[in-house]
């Protein structure tokens, strides 16, 4: 009895550490038509994100992603956010599902909370794209412990989106 009471704790915690590596996961695209110049451009202008989803609840998503975006990019300190600047950040919010943290404890990828935004760097007065960066981020299992991921999972696509934006403003080539 007390061995099968053991096996079962181990396994209860096997389950539980498989759960848990699950967490928020996100992908990424990038197209660069042009590469970042070191020397001339270290200002930008971050403008407002754009929500192109259906979403029909009552939160602000265009403004939650747009603070989340500026915050990330503030914290990176690659750039200085200038209303003025010469190089444009543009956001699209392209896709967003709240998701249900009790429907994935009953089944992984059942209510999972997911964003993908696409944000764009222009160079103005030429209107010229020099780079575009996707990605989707995404809590697709878990329990209790993924409550509230609706409310971190703009930050988790920003923080894809910035590690792409260092690697093209380095010079390396995208991560995959």
């Known amino acids: 009895m007390k061995d099968l009471l053991i096996n079962g704790m181990i396994l209860f915690i096997l389950a539980l550490a498989c759960v848990g590596l699950f967490g928020c996961t996100t992908v990424s695209t990038v197209d660069i038509q042009q590469s970042f110049e070191t020397t001339k451009q270290r200002k930008i202008r971050i403008e407002p994100c754009a929500n192109r989803t259906n979403y029909q609840g009552s939160r602000d998503l265009a403004g939650e992603a747009t603070r989340a975006f500026t915050e990330k990019m503030q914290q990176s300190g690659l750039f200085e956010i200038t209303p003025d600047a010469q190089l444009v950040l543009t956001c699209d919010i392209e896709r967003f599902e709240e998701g249900s943290a009790a429907k994935r404890w009953l089944m992984p990828g059942w209510g999972a909370t997911q964003a993908e935004v696409v944000v764009m760097v ?11 960066f996707r990605s989707e981020a995404a809590v697709k299992a878990g329990g209790l412990y993924t409550i509230g991921a609706d409310q971190y999972i703009f930050g988790a696509a920003f923080d894809d989106v910035v590690k792409q934006i260092k690697s093209w403003t380095s010079g390396s080539p995208p991560e995959k």
Do not use: R
Request: hydrophobic share 35%; aromatic share 10%; proline share 9%.
């Open 122 to 132: 222009w160079e103005k007065p030429e209107d010229k794209i020099l780079a575009t």
